[in-house]
């Protein structure tokens, strides 16, 4: 299985910027599918975005135009870079990955433990 730390959460202001990221150990980090979810208080965990091995990037409506996903094979780490960053951004972030499919349904294998992102108005 693959373990995963998440970095880089915090406080902001609205319109301005973080870069959250995700290191990888235990799997070979080229070869996985990876992504973002977010859970704010009271609603249900949410797709943000995600990247597959050969760099195909995927993004939620509510953040497309405004965040970015990119991965450093190299290091292992996956980046999630985000501006203009709105009240509603406020979560917590989770990194995932490991895409496996059973039960007729996929389904993220890896998940880490989450990091906080607050944004005031």
């Known amino acids: 299985q693959v373990q995963l730390v998440e970095s880089g959460g915090g406080l902001v202001q609205a319109g301005e910027s973080l870069r959250l990221s995700c290191t990888a150990s235990g799997s070979i980090f080229s070869v996985l599918a990876m992504g973002w979810y977010r859970q704010a208080p009271g609603q249900q965990r949410e797709f943000v975005a995600a990247i597959t091995s050969n760099d195909r990037e995927n993004y939620a409506d509510a953040v497309k135009g405004r965040f970015t996903i990119s991965r450093d094979n190299a290091k292992n780490t996956l980046y999630l870079q985000m501006n203009s960053l709105k009240p509603e951004d406020t979560a917590v972030y989770y990194c995932?990955?490991?895409?496996?499919?059973?039960?007729?349904?996929?389904?993220?294998?890896?998940w880490g433990q989450g990091t906080q992102v607050t944004v005031s108005s």
């Open positions: 995932v990955a490991d895409r496996k499919f059973a039960n007729d349904k996929w389904y993220w294998a890896s």
